[in-house]
């Protein structure tokens, strides 16, 4: 079984920038999540989707963060503009609806100077 | 709110010797408890989770969990700690009656084992 593919593995961008992540769940997967791990930190949840409506966007900074999942499969969170502050590993990860246990992916180490 | 805490950021321990890394937590209700391994540059792994029953869980790679719900501890153990154990360990909890299953972590303890 293919595990939650991301990409791209790495972005390096200047500040003020836009840059996008891409995820693909596991097959079957309904929920899907986006979360911001800075370095020395846990992760930290910024979005949940239920196929392609969104159940919890509370802690997502919506004026420069967004994330569409049009056909309830693929996903992007999109950064627009970039600050230092969102260096960080951005995790995807997905269970099937109503499961407790969720899969990551690699995640993206994303570094803004 | 729910929150959990790793009051450790490492942990060293010899091969061969039983290791902890320790997590509590605080929740209303009855916790979903979670641990997760993450290796350099990888994502999350799961290695085992609490829901109910047996307070001892057992998981993968020889790790098993005891939950106290006196002590709202989970702390993870493996009787006989791998060189290949290092890694970071994140500590989540999930509260159910929410709906959404959302995890919320601790900030990870690196564990270390020595040769």
């Known amino acids: 079984e293919a595990g939650v593919a991301q990409s791209p593995r790495y972005k390096i961008i200047e500040k003020r920038q836009s840059v996008a992540f891409w995820c693909n769940p596991i097959s079957g997967h309904a929920t899907l999540y986006w979360y911001q791990q800075i370095l020395g930190q846990g992760p930290k949840l910024l979005i949940q989707?239920?196929?392609?409506?969104?159940?919890?966007d509370s802690q997502l900074p919506k004026d420069r963060f967004s994330a569409e999942r049009l056909k309830g499969v693929d996903s992007t969170l999109k950064i627009q503009p970039a600050k230092l502050e969102d260096s960080a590993v951005y995790l995807c990860?997905?269970?099937?609806?109503?499961?407790?246990?969720?899969?990551f992916g690699p995640g993206t180490r994303l570094t803004v100077l | 709110a729910q929150s959990v805490a790793q009051p450790e950021d490492q942990v060293n321990v010899a091969e061969g010797n039983p290791l902890t890394v320790k997590c509590t937590y605080s929740?209303?209700?009855?916790?979903?408890l979670f641990w997760y391994v993450q290796y350099p540059n990888r994502g999350l792994q799961f290695l085992l989770k609490y829901i109910t029953g047996d307070n001892l869980v057992k998981g993968s790679y020889g790790f098993e969990a005891e939950f106290n719900k006196s002590q709202t501890s989970f702390h993870l153990k493996k009787p006989s700690a791998l060189v290949s154990d290092s890694a970071l360990y994140f500590c989540a909890v999930s509260y159910p009656g929410a709906g959404s299953y959302q995890l919320t972590f601790g900030k990870g303890t690196k564990l270390s084992v020595i040769p």
């Open positions: 990860a997905s269970s099937f609806p109503g499961y407790n246990e969720q899969f």
């Open positions: 929740v209303s209700g009855n916790p979903y």
């Open positions: 989707f239920q196929n392609n409506g969104v159940v919890d």
